[in-house]
């Protein structure tokens, strides 16, 4: 007669056990967040190491008790770096697994496919690169740099006298949105510093481009006309490594004629031998190599996660950092992930940077960040040579005619306005 | 602020001070100066170590070049300066003036002295004036070439002395440039002027054109027409050299190009398969590149200069064993059939990326150019890279075996039996299953070889064989299809078309003119420059 309580023991405890398992999904008890990153296709090389970032920044929410006291749940999907199917998977999410909001696009025109989705199912999505701007939506949080959170700041550290005092400038580019409209802000802006245009020279090569034999020479004879010559760089991830192999191969060195890259970070850096590139600069709101405790706490539970010491930290995992901080502490202010009480919680709250300072969500739905000019070092990483204090993200680049006076309010989600003039104070269309 | 200035006006006397020749008495605190360069911002630092060059002491060039590589440190206990090597997780450390060990110490004890770009040029200066009477010819041909670069006139003596003792032909000319550069710049006669102008003039290099267009607004009126003059001399001259240039990166893109295509040359040209995964072989080899090198780092690292030879033949068995494999996997159930060879082989390809990725990860990998493949040489007027050269004369070696292979070989010879008349060379007895393994593998071997070339210039990422395969195929259809002088040929006038239009049109137009005048080309000419003829082609 002792089998039959041991069995029904037993049973008890597998059914206690399954319950267990699948309680939460039951009882609707997690917190679903979207994670949408490319990890197959050309774009795998950068948004993979996104995803890895989210599923840890959840695991570390986790640990401390999740959120409302719910744990939080990661969905992942892979939009395969095909524009029109991150539309796709964006409405899957959504709709589908009903996620509370999304953190992912990498490319503008991702972020473009996106947006209509999202303005129709009214979610968030959490944006974590520098972008061109020109741009402010009710449904999207950008938590990357705004051009004159990385652009303008690195064209005036070039100008200063501790810069090199540049006087001639070559813009070389990638052939789509970013570079484009990056360009033609810096382009103004350079002419408005009285810059003359011969002094200005763009030149845009096609996508993962990869002779730049011609480029780099024409670079150097534009800089043999006598006058301190600075490159800008927004050429896009692949084309960086044979740009650079042939920038350190051809001889030119950064006490010349320096190169700014604002796509290039820690990560593609690891493809290639810098020592001949040493003092060539990148401008971004976070390096790896910053020197501070909230830093290196940062990256050692980031190194513990994946556990490989190796692995870089770069700008747009602080991004994502920040915003999955903020929409924490906005779900925490409003004590719901309904669309509309977040986006009124959020605008105003502040995080700490990872570099110090503090990042706050600003009406136009950008963040104030601190603009970080560093010089690559022979062990392909970053010493910084220039900090400024926190700089607020504008969306509409003041320094366009066409932008002049053009401001984004969303301090009220509902009634809130992406392009608002505010000599007439009307809401006009976006571009 | 205020205080900072005070520093700096003390360091400035500080620099003074000891900026008296060293005949003088007493000796300069060079301890005391070294730790100096720890302290303070960067305009602080270039005071110390403009206080440092002014000892003159021979200790100093290389304390200054460790400031600019980055390896020296301040160590936070006693605010001294110490040179750090990595030793493990944390740094071994040395004094910098007498070399004596200082014990280890871990990373948080230490603090990186930063340079930036502008400290970097003074620096490398300082070293110049330091190190123009080095005994070392490459010591004294760079220390020449920064004194041209800043041409201060405070070098005009000592770049005399230098000049009166300086036997080697190319770093005297550098000198007498550089002491024409100083002689422009300082209050002489006008016909010392002159002189120097005609000097800088006779050199016709893009220096010289860099040194007179800087110096036209200031110069003497008189003299101004001799500048612009000499600014149009230099220029014709350069336009010539322009041209040369321009074939050299023409046959370097020909050389990639055709190093890429000639793989498909083999599987597209002569089998007729239309294999999307071409681009992917490429990939591999680049790849096998990476894991031979790191092999050889971590079980032989004194065989770390030959790797790049090693991974040549473990390139082409690998790329090509993997190609026998999608042959007698996949392509040989679809002969006859492009339309779905050319959907399976675009499905290998994505299989084969995302293998890749998922074996190595999605970032770039590293492939370290051998010293021999690294920096560039002039000749002339041109500039020449010396991994582009080297992948020249590997482009022609493998275009030569491949020739010999196909037309001096018993394999050659059933390839070309096959491709001819499969049902005749059949009836000879020749077992065409077999070939054809045998041809696909060639080609996709073939193609990891470029893979191998192409990890010096391209990233070694999952995507690299994309970028390939739209221009290799227009080089095979263009060249003609199942000819390899063709193949050649195509190559090179792609190559060169594309060199000549970038800089007038640039890259991205060039492009689009480029792959226009081959639709029309094909147009006209359907099968390519060089068309097959025979029996065989029609049917």
């Known amino acids: 007669m002792t089998r039959l309580p041991r069995i029904a023991a037993g049973l008890a405890l597998g059914a206690a056990m399954t319950m267990g398992a699948f309680a939460p999904v039951f009882a609707q008890d997690t917190i679903k967040v979207g994670v949408l990153h490319s990890l197959s296709g050309t774009m795998a090389i950068s948004e993979t190491t996104l995803k890895d970032t989210m599923l840890f920044l959840i695991a570390e929410q986790n640990k401390k008790g999740g959120l409302l006291g719910k744990q939080l749940e990661p969905v992942v999907v892979d939009p395969a770096s095909d524009w029109p199917l991150f539309a796709e998977k964006a409405r899957e999410l959504i709709a589908v697994d009903k996620v509370a909001a999304v953190f992912g696009c990498w490319t503008s025109s991702s972020r473009k496919s996106v947006l209509p989705v999202f303005k129709e199912l009214n979610s968030i999505l959490f944006y974590p690169v520098q972008y061109e701007g020109e741009e402010s939506e009710k449904n999207v949080i950008y938590t990357g740099a705004a051009p004159n959170q990385q652009a303008i700041p690195a064209v005036d550290y070039l100008m200063s006298e501790e810069g090199g005092a540049v006087k001639r400038w070559v813009l070389e580019a990638t052939d789509y949105v970013y570079p484009r409209t990056t360009n033609k802000i810096l382009e103004q802006y350079l002419k408005d510093k009285g810059v003359p245009p011969e002094d200005i020279k763009i030149n845009y090569t096609p996508f993962g481009f990869s002779d730049w034999q011609t480029e780099v020479a024409a670079i150097k004879e534009f800089g043999s006309a006598g006058k301190k010559t600075g490159v800008v760089s927004t050429i896009n991830g692949d084309a960086n490594v044979p740009f650079y192999k042939e920038l350190a191969n051809q001889g030119i060195k950064a006490e010349d004629i320096p190169v700014v890259a604002f796509s290039v970070g820690e990560e593609e850096l690891a493809g290639m031998d810098t020592t001949n590139l040493v003092g060539h600069l990148a401008a971004w709101n976070y390096f790896q190599s910053v020197d501070t405790p909230e830093n290196t706490a940062f990256i050692d539970s980031w190194h513990g996660f994946i556990a490989n010491d190796k692995r870089t930290t770069n700008d747009p995992m602080e991004a994502a950092y920040l915003g999955f901080n903020l929409w924490v502490a906005a779900v925490e202010k409003a004590g719901t992930t309904d669309t509309d009480a977040v986006l009124k919680a959020i605008v105003g709250l502040s995080y700490p940077n990872l570099t110090g300072g503090t990042a706050t969500v600003l009406p136009n739905h950008h963040l104030t960040k601190p603009v970080l000019i560093g010089e690559v070092q022979a062990d392909g990483q970053f010493d910084i040579v220039s900090q400024t204090e926190p700089v607020p993200g504008d969306a509409w680049s003041d320094v366009l005619p066409e932008d002049k006076g053009i401001e984004a309010d969303w301090t009220d989600p509902l009634t809130g306005c992406g392009h608002l003039d505010t000599a007439t104070k009307t809401c006009g269309a976006a571009p | ?539």
Do not use: C
């Open chain 2, 1 to 539: 602020m205020a205080i900072r200035l005070l520093r700096l006006i003390a360091f400035l006397i500080a620099a003074l001070a000891f900026a008296v020749p060293h005949a003088a008495a007493q000796t300069p605190d060079i301890p005391a100066l070294v730790d100096a360069l720890g302290q303070g911002s960067f305009p602080e630092r270039e005071a110390a170590i403009n206080a440092l060059v002014a000892t003159g002491d021979e200790r100093v060039p290389p304390i200054l070049q460790a400031l600019a590589d980055g390896n020296l440190y301040l160590r936070k206990s006693d605010a001294k300066v110490v040179l750090a090597a990595k030793a493990g997780s944390g740094f071994a450390l040395t004094n910098p003036l007498d070399g004596a060990d200082l014990g280890p110490a871990a990373k948080a004890e230490i603090d990186k002295i930063k340079v930036n770009n502008g400290l970097r040029g003074k620096i490398r200066t300082a070293i110049g004036q330091m190190t123009l009477l080095s005994p070392d010819r490459t010591t004294r041909l760079s220390a020449a070439q920064t004194i041209l670069k800043n041409a201060d006139p405070a070098m005009r003596d000592l770049l005399d002395k230098a000049l009166a003792a300086e036997t080697d032909p190319q770093i005297k000319s550098v000198m007498e440039l550089a002491r024409a550069v100083i002689v422009l710049k300082t209050d002489t006669t006008i016909e010392d002027k002159r002189a120097a102008i005609t000097t800088i003039i006779s050199h016709g290099d893009r220096d010289a054109q860099t040194v007179l267009s800087s110096a036209l607004a200031d110069a003497p009126d008189e003299l101004k027409p001799l500048i612009a003059d000499g600014l149009a001399t230099i220029a014709r001259n350069l336009q010539l050299w322009d041209i040369a240039q321009n074939l050299v990166y023409g046959t370097s893109l020909a050389s990639v190009l055709l190093l890429a295509a000639i793989g498909l040359a083999i599987t597209f040209g002569v089998m007729g398969v239309i294999n999307m995964a071409h681009g992917e072989m490429v990939m591999l080899g680049a790849y096998v590149t990476f894991v031979v090198q790191n092999l050889i780092a971590t079980y032989a690292p004194g065989l770390a200069e030959y790797a790049m030879a090693i991974s040549i033949p473990s390139a082409f068995l690998f790329t090509a064993l993997v190609g026998v494999g999608i042959e007698r996997g996949v392509i040989r159930w679809l002969y006859g059939r492009p339309l779905e060879t050319l959907l399976a082989t675009w499905g290998i390809s994505l299989i084969l990326q995302q293998a890749v990725r998922s074996i190595f990860g999605a970032n770039n990998r590293l492939v370290a150019p051998p010293s021999w493949m690294t920096g560039a040489f002039e000749l002339g007027g041109l500039t020449i890279t010396w991994n582009r050269l080297w992948i020249v004369v590997f482009a022609i070696i493998v275009f030569a075996a491949l020739q010999l292979v196909l037309n001096r070989t018993p394999l050659g010879l059933q390839m070309r039996a096959v491709t001819q008349n499969r049902r005749m060379a059949s009836a000879m007895g020749i077992r065409t299953p077999f070939v054809d393994a045998m041809t696909f593998g060639l080609g996709s071997g073939v193609a990891g070889l470029a893979g191998v070339a192409l990890s010096q210039i391209d990233n070694v990422s999952p995507n690299l064989g994309q970028g390939y395969i739209i221009d290799s195929f227009m080089v095979v259809v263009f060249g003609g299809v199942g000819n390899l002088w063709g193949t050649l040929i195509g190559a090179v006038s792609l190559g060169m078309a594309n060199k000549f239009l970038e800089p007038y049109a640039g890259a991205v137009l060039a492009k689009i003119i480029i792959l226009v005048l081959i639709i029309l080309f094909i147009q006209r000419r359907p099968r390519g420059l060089f068309a097959l003829k025979g029996r065989a082609v029609e049917q």
